[in-house]
């Protein structure tokens, strides 16, 4: 008894005098705290052994560096649909514990290290992934944070420093929160109405002061959510923004909608455009949405100024980023008066929880700028695009994959392969393992588009049912309709 007790109080003392050797590559110690509930309970092992090692072995074996304070902010959501991508190559039941422990994974919790600039160390939350998953599954899903942590202050494993909630948009969820109402509806009324909602409070006082400077836009922003089917565009909508003489303090916005009338679709953004407000030096403050902007996926849209020259802005997944930069830029560098930059930031307020192309739109539109992204997205990489170009699948760095079936890999018997660049993979009697294979590849190493993508899955859909030359045939058929 008395050499059991030894031996295991001395595993407890050289696993705690192991723990205070151990150190970051700053040269402060780990900080333990929490550290078995973001590991979520041995969830790398249980990825590990739930399908053959060479495939779910390496999966679990990702999972704690996903976890770590210094981990890309993605890194947890990338793992996860990798996970779910390699089970649609498994059985029903294991894929479906797969695609269990994917979802449970995209919740863990990461590891942040307190803030030891304050005195006590203030706790931190960890960023949030800024990009859609690739899976359905993970749509939505985020990573869990310590309760304890202070609810304002993120650790950015990229600057290794804190920030506030608020002043990057990885400090909320992707897509929501925090984001101030708009001011005036996304969606232009059937009939004439006008709405005024006040930006900030104003003192009355005006005695001895200026006539506020009214600026009045009309324009014909595209339709909000709808393509516009009929071959007309969205009612003219007005934006009147009044400030003070001096264009500092913005009082009232008010948006009108004019009745409808039959117009042309709108074409794409002209390089020059025009537009009754004053840009100062600067002449296009528009934006564009559209795919592979700065080495993105082509299935990937984002936004960015038309103009990089005069607003050198980064893209990004969050539209308000690039459109509050360009309003501090007409400001700033270009020197537009105090009137334009209150236009750009009413527009800015009035777009908020407007997505897509049609936010780029409503924003051009506010400044006086024709766009229609909403209809037909930028080219890739930017610049003006087309409908052909925008209803065109494209393979990138893939040929168009077909499936053959024949006799292949030495078998004796018929079985179903992929064909085409890109696409190497064994034969197979299931033509489904192929078919998923194909489709899994044209959204990973292709990085095709999402009419590409789009075309993939709706190829696999067309299989159903078939079998032999049928199946290949109604694949090939499908996944090339819009080449």
Partial sequence: MFVKSSLIALAVATSAFSRMLLVERDGRPFYPRRFGQEQCGGIGGEIGSTCNGAICGVLGGRVPGTL???????????????????????????????????????????????????????????????????????????????????????FDPVTKATVRKGAQANTSPLGGGGVAAPVASSTVAAAPAATTTPVAAVDDNTAGCAPPVTVTVTSTPAAATIADTTGTCAPPTTVTVTVDADGTDPKEVSTTAAPPAATSQAAATPAAPSSALDFGSCTNPAVEFGPAFEGRKLSENSFQPQNKNEFPQASALNGQIVLNAICNILNDRCKAPAATVAACKAAVTAVANVV??????????????????????????????????????????????????????????????????????????????????????????CNANTVAINDCTAAIAATQGKTGQAFADAFNTAVAQNV
């Avoid at 990338?78 to 995209?106: E, F, G, H, N, P």
């Fill in 68 to 154: 770590l304070a210094g981990a890309a902010e993605c890194a947890q959501q990338d793992l996860a649909d990798d996970i779910i991508d390699a089970s649609k190559q498994q059985d029903a039941a294991t894929a479906a514990k797969m695609v269990a422990l994917a979802v449970k994974l995209r919740q863990c919790e990461k590891n942040t290290p307190p803030d030891f600039t304050t005195n006590p160390p203030a706790l931190r939350n960890s960023v949030f992934c800024q990009k859609q998953p690739r899976n359905q599954q993970l749509v939505g899903l985020n990573q869990a944070q310590d309760p304890a942590n202070d609810p304002d202050l993120f």
């Fill in 356 to 445: 897509g192309g049609a936010k780029a739109d409503q924003f051009n539109a506010a400044l006086g700028i024709t766009s229609d992204f909403a209809n037909v997205p930028a080219a890739p990489g930017g610049g003006p695009g087309s409908a052909a170009l925008a209803s065109t699948a494209n393979f990138n760095k893939c040929d168009v994959p077909t499936v053959e079936f024949g006799i292949f890999d030495g078998r004796t018997e018929n079985s179903f392969a992929p064909s085409g660049n890109g696409f190497v993979h064994g034969s197979a009697l299931n033509g489904n393992i192929i078919t998923q294979f194909i489709c899994d590849r044209v959204k990973s190493d």
